[in-house]
């Protein structure tokens, strides 16, 4: 597994995407996902410098895309500026010869879930046929999403990977959100096995090998997610799911989004390798 850092590194005293890559490789780190949360306003030529410094690195690149995002708003100005967005940020990821581009899909509002899912279902398909036209190398990766009001339930990514192709839709799986989503559903490696089972079942042995997650701990209420805190308080517990990864030969990425990124990311990828 690779590990990395949600954003340029506390420690980086250059505070730019560019010097971040090259923080995250001098601390040891090898995956580094640019946080466009408040939009997407890197160029293509800086994101083909940023590129060319993360090749250099051997630095994996993901991109998470704005929050301010709802592919089923009933309002057509927000509609648009949501899709106009992911394909934009998808240009830039794809400038830089990354992969993952993350999202969080869309908020129920008055919708049933039902109809959230087969709206979201058509809404990634014309965006996928988009990204094909454009030529871009990059996978679409909504989000597992930490309250019950927003659409990304596990299983409803999970299940719209497996309509839409993987070859397209390959979810971020946040362990924190599946967590907190359900109020504490994560009780030991029991659960995350449940888990990584049910991906396998849904999209084949390839989800295992190529995953994207993220990780924090998380302070959660009733209403689902309230906020991120450090790994030490390990809700939900990490050494389980580095177990459970091992047992399953997973491959892939976790972004540390903890308020403490690269301690608690060198931290994560320690106690993973410790592991035999």
């Known amino acids: 597994m690779k590990f990395g850092t949600a954003g340029v590194p506390l420690s980086c005293k250059e505070r730019s995407s560019i010097a971040g890559i090259a923080c995250v490789r001098e601390l040891g780190l090898d995956a580094f996902e640019f946080e466009f949360v408040h939009g997407c306003k890197m160029g293509k030529e800086k994101a083909k410098e940023a590129g060319e410094v993360a090749k250099k690195n051997k630095v994996s690149l993901s991109a998470h895309a704005s929050y301010y995002l709802n592919l089923i708003s009933p309002e057509k100005v927000k509609h648009d500026k949501t899709v106009n967005e992911i394909l934009f940020t998808a240009e830039i990821l794809d400038a830089a010869g990354g992969d993952r581009l993350v999202f ?7 919708m049933s ?26 996978h679409l990766a909504p989000e597992t999403t930490g309250k019950p009001t927003a659409f990304g339930s596990f299983e409803d990514l999970f299940s719209l990977a497996q309509e839409i192709g993987y070859d397209y839709i390959r979810p971020t799986v946040d362990w924190a ?4 989503r359900d109020n504490g559903r994560i009780k030991g490696k029991e659960s995350y096995v449940l888990l990584l089972e049910y991906m396998e079942n849904k ?14 701990s998380i302070h959660f209420t ?10 030490d308080h390990d809700v939900p517990p990490f050494r ?7 047992d399953f030969k997973c491959d892939g990425t976790i972004i540390c989004e903890s308020p403490a990124i690269e301690k608690d990311a060198l931290y994560m990828q320690k106690m993973f390798n410790s592991i035999r």
């Open 104 to 110: 969080h899909p869309g908020f129920y509002l008055k």
């Open 113 to 138: 879930q039902a109809d959230a899912y087969e709206r979201i279902k058509k809404e990634l398909l014309n965006i996928v046929r988009e990204i094909n036209d454009r030529g871009l190398k990059v």
């Open 177 to 180: 959100h599946v967590h907190a």
């Open 203 to 216: 999209v084949g042995k390839e989800a295992l090998k190529t995953l994207h997650c993220h990780m924090s």
């Open 222 to 231: 009733a209403k689902g997610e309230a906020h991120h805190l450090t790994m």
């Open 240 to 246: 389980p799911l580095a177990e459970a990864l091992h």
